[in-house]
């Protein structure tokens, strides 16, 4: 029965993906923790391999249009890798704990309130962005593509740690650097780069034993044909409506993850301690 409500959650998730276009992590990762009980460590880590294996189909059709910009990925990859590398090395040395668990939460709360804001005023921001494009095509390299690498260096860091952060937040951040670059080639750029780095993170997270393959299976049973007929319904409704409605979802997620996140847990420890000093003694 699990392993059909996983499956159940791929689907729904994956036909919000498809229909949408919005990253997959940021809702299937509180999904996770909020509703099946999943620890934040293994949501996590499962949901950077998901990501990884549902995304790679995507980048293979942009890569055939030619619609992937390699240099961007490429100045990302030189940020975002050593990054994912060295918060991995942390995950590692600090292992499991309540308080890893309180900081996968509060990353993973406010980036998925992020990519919400991100999604709702997306279209305003890029009308706020065209005045740059004339600006941007004198700006010198250099400086760019340093940008580009401390983008890269965010992206793989808030990743590692919430599976969340490679999609809508990545393309906010090549849409605010590249102003004048097509959005379709921007839109395979980001998706490259985000296969990368929670492929990367993702494997990182199965040398931490922070994955279930059981469950990563059942999700991807699920979100495959998921994002088959989400692709389906996105042709037939309106997508700015979509786009509001999910945008919307992830801001409530967003709130009732960071309120947990928040709300300080009582040890178990302490409990079981207070439970056995009131029994009396036989």
């Known amino acids: 029965m699990a392993g059909l409500g996983f499956s159940l959650a791929g689907l729904l998730v994956g036909v919000a993906v498809g229909a949408t276009g919005v990253g997959g992590g940021s809702l299937m990762t509180p999904v996770l923790i909020l509703f099946y009980g999943i620890s934040p460590t293994l949501a996590v880590g499962t949901d950077l391999l998901y990501a990884a294996i549902s995304k790679s189909y995507g980048v293979l059709l942009y890569r055939r249009k030619g619609a992937v910009d390699w240099p961007i990925v490429g100045w990302q990859a030189l940020g975002s890798v050593p990054a994912a590398l060295l918060t991995l090395y942390v995950l590692g040395r600090v292992g499991p704990s309540p308080g890893l668990d309180h900081l996968i939460k509060l990353v993973l709360s406010i980036a998925i309130i992020v990519t919400a804001c991100f999604t709702?005023?997306?279209?305003?921001?890029?009308?706020?962005?065209?005045?740059?494009?004339?600006?941007?095509?004198g700006l010198s390299p250099l400086p760019l593509r340093l940008l580009t690498i401390l983008a890269g260096v965010l992206i793989g860091t808030v990743v590692t740690i919430s599976s969340v952060g490679a999609g809508v937040i990545g393309m906010m951040l090549l849409i605010m650097l590249y102003p004048g670059r097509p959005p379709i080639r921007l839109v395979g750029s980001d998706l490259a780069h985000a296969v990368l780095i929670t492929a990367i993170a993702g494997i990182g997270h199965v040398r931490l034993g922070t994955v279930n393959y059981s469950m990563l299976l059942f999700l991807l049973l699920g979100a495959l044909p998921g994002i088959w007929i989400g692709s389906r319904i996105g042709f037939r409704l309106d997508p700015a409506m979509l786009k509001r409605s999910i945008a919307v979802l992830l801001l409530i997620v967003g709130a009732t993850t960071l309120a947990k996140a928040m709300t300080p847990a009582k040890p178990a420890a302490a409990t079981a301690s207070e439970t056995s000093t009131a029994q009396p003694a036989p």
């Open 120 to 137: 709702l005023l997306q279209e305003t921001l890029m009308l706020r962005m065209r005045p740059r494009v004339q600006a941007s095509a």
